[in-house]
């Protein structure tokens, strides 16, 4: 199986570690990850802000980028939704029948990471090690796009050392929304802040999500506020052997 990495914009400019821990997580399971290195964004901006002229030639770029693999995993959600359900959307209105053929082959090849793993790979425990207790926010992409269910946190549960706690009103946005962040800021802080506040009364230590837009949203509030709560991507939490020795003991 030919497997690349979406790594999106955002993990690659400004939150590297969670690309390098899909990357580690990866090899550890036996599975050869490439990264093309011709990727570029996949487009979302533009599309949900009513550009989808502009984000065509950027369609054409990932079709270019990542055809011929047979998987695209990406650790976000929404990269992971824009990839699979905008970019027919997009392809269609460009009126190029072989760009449509070629979204239409590539498109449902792209898995976020926790698909990746349960359903292609039929994996929930990755031998990761992390002491830690931990609640789960659910993004709106990966939960109400994608469905991706109850993958994430079966895949936590089998982390050794993780205590895994619930968070309120878990499938509540958390406000970011992307260029809604910018458009209606007040509103989206004010969101943000009722998730901060419910991440504070799940009594964990860290935050773990799907997707870096997110954690950057909550995270940056949590730290306003000194909650002491840090956010890590599911990706590394995954990618870790905390606690455990070279010789596999703990």
Do not use: W
């Not at 979406?6 to 997580?25: E, Q, R």
């Not at 009103?169 to 802080?189: I, Y």
């Amino acid at each position: 199986m030919r497997v690349a990495l979406m790594v999106t914009c955002l993990n690659d400019a400004m939150f590297p570690d969670a690309g390098k821990a899909v990357v580690t997580l990866l090899r550890r399971l036996g599975v050869d990850v490439e990264f093309p290195a011709a990727q570029t964004c996949c487009g979302q901006p533009m599309v949900n802000t009513g550009y989808l002229d502009e984000a065509v030639p950027v369609v054409r770029t990932f079709v270019r980028a990542f055809e011929g693999y047979d998987a695209i995993v990406t650790p976000s959600g929404s990269c992971a939704g824009s990839a699979r359900h905008q970019h027919s959307i997009v392809a269609r209105r460009s009126g190029d029948e072989g760009l449509v053929a070629a979204v239409a082959e590539i498109s449902p090849r792209v898995r976020e990471l926790s698909e990746f793993l349960v359903d292609d790979l039929g994996v929930d425990d990755v031998g990761a090690s992390f002491p830690h207790s931990v609640t789960y926010h659910p993004t709106c992409h990966s939960l109400r796009m994608l469905n991706v269910g109850d993958r994430p946190e079966r895949l936590l549960r089998a982390v050794r050392g993780l205590r895994l706690l619930d968070l309120p009103l878990a499938e509540e946005c958390c406000g970011f929304g992307g260029t809604f962040a910018l458009k209606n800021a007040d509103t989206s802080v004010a969101m943000g802040a009722d998730k901060a506040r419910h991440v504070r009364e799940s009594g964990a230590e860290v935050l773990v999500a799907g997707d870096s837009s997110c954690l950057m949203h909550i995270g940056g509030l949590l730290t306003r506020q000194r909650a002491g709560v840090r956010v890590m991507h599911l990706a590394e939490v995954l990618a870790s052997t905390e606690g455990v020795t070279h010789g596999g003991a703990r």
